[in-house]
C-alpha cells in the first residue's frame, strides 16, 4: 500500500476516519444506551463496551490536547501554567474531599481517598500538558 502524498487526499482521509469514529461511537452509545434500559447501570458496566468506550475517549482526549498545545499562543510560560493548574488541581481535590467526609456515613479516610484520587486523576493530565508545552518550548 502506497503512502498518501496529496495532502487533499490526506485530509479527505483524516475526514473518513473521523466520519467512521464518530458512527462507531453512536454504535457503542446505543448498546450501552439498551443495556442500561434493560439491565440498569451495572449491566451496562458489566458490558466490555463500557470499557472499550471509557479508553477510547481517554485516548481521544490525550490525542486533543497534544493538538490543543500546538495551536496555543507560545506566551505562556509552561512553568507558571502548571504551577497554576496544579493550585486548582489542590483546591478542588481538597474541597470534594472535605465535602465527601462529611457527607452522612462517610469517614474523613474516605473524604481523603476520594480527594487523593480526584488529585491523581486531575494530575496525569496536567502533567502531560506540562511536557508537551515544555518539549514545544525547545
Known amino acids: 500500500m502506497k503512502k498518501i502524498?496529496?495532502?487533499?487526499?490526506?485530509?479527505?482521509?483524516?475526514k473518513n476516519i473521523r466520519i467512521a469514529y464518530f458512527i462507531q461511537t453512536l454504535g457503542i452509545l446505543g448498546i450501552l444506551g439498551y443495556?442500561?434500559?434493560?439491565?440498569?447501570?451495572?449491566g451496562m458496566r458489566e458490558n466490555p463496551l463500557w470499557?472499550?468506550?471509557?479508553?477510547?475517549?481517554?485516548?481521544?482526549?490525550?490525542?486533543?490536547?497534544?493538538?490543543?498545545?500546538?495551536?496555543e499562543n507560545n506566551n505562556k510560560s509552561p512553568k507558571k501554567s502548571?504551577?497554576?493548574?496544579?493550585?486548582?488541581?489542590?483546591?478542588i481535590s481538597s474541597v470534594i474531599g472535605i465535602l465527601v467526609s462529611?457527607?452522612?456515613?462517610?469517614?474523613?479516610?474516605n473524604g481523603l481517598l476520594i480527594g487523593g484520587i480526584v488529585f491523581i486523576c486531575?494530575?496525569?493530565?496536567?502533567?502531560y500538558v506540562y511536557y508537551l508545552r515544555a518539549k514545544r518550548g525547545d
Not at 486531575?122 to 502533567?127: A, K, W
Open 5 to 14: 502524498r496529496d495532502e487533499r487526499l490526506q485530509l479527505q482521509n483524516l
Open 35 to 42: 443495556d442500561l434500559v434493560t439491565k440498569g447501570i451495572d
Open 51 to 71: 470499557m472499550v468506550f471509557i479508553i477510547t475517549t481517554v485516548i481521544a482526549a490525550y490525542l486533543s490536547m497534544n493538538i490543543s498545545v500546538d495551536h
Open 82 to 91: 502548571f504551577a497554576v493548574s496544579l493550585g486548582v488541581i489542590v483546591i
Open 102 to 109: 462529611i457527607t452522612d456515613g462517610s469517614t474523613a479516610v
Open 122 to 127: 486531575f494530575l496525569v493530565p496536567v502533567i
